[in-house]
């Protein structure tokens, strides 16, 4: 049983940084693509950052390029998202999510392609 347990939301300024992590438990974890997700009120759960299983290939919403990094820790079997100059539009549930793939597969970057999420931390970020 593969479980993923989120932490570092926060309320933040805009322009300010947060860290979040994800913590996983049970699979095997080098296997794992990962990824992060948001959903704000209202809207769709939306992709936003995801980490090949070598790690050596990353991938981002568009309108976090620069300003967001994903990365991960197999030793610690941890994933990371880096967000910094936050802005409000980034104000959301900010879920990981993880899927055992052999190593020459893509990289999902659809939600209905990870089958194990964890239960999210919010993000708010006031103007």
């Known amino acids: 049983q593969v479980q993923l347990v989120e932490s570092g939301g926060s309320l933040v300024q805009a322009g300010g940084s947060l860290r979040l992590s994800c913590a996983a438990s049970?699979?095997?974890?080098?296997?794992?693509?990962l990824a992060w997700f948001r959903q704000a009120p209202g809207k769709e759960r939306e992709f936003v950052a995801a980490?090949?299983?070598?790690?050596?290939?990353?991938y981002y919403l568009d309108s976090v390029k620069g300003r967001f990094t994903v990365s991960r820790d197999n030793d610690k079997r941890m994933v990371y998202l880096q967000m910094n100059n936050l802005n409000p539009v980034d104000t959301a549930s900010y879920y990981c999510?993880?899927?055992?793939?052999?190593?020459?597969?893509?990289?999902?970057?659809?939600?209905?392609?990870?089958?194990?999420w964890g239960q999210g931390t919010q993000v708010t970020v006031s103007s």
């Open positions: 049970g699979g095997q974890f080098s296997r794992f693509a």
């Open positions: 999510a993880a899927k055992s793939v052999i190593l020459t597969a893509p990289t999902p970057r659809e939600s209905d392609e990870y089958p194990y």
């Open positions: 980490i090949s299983r070598s790690g050596k290939s990353t």
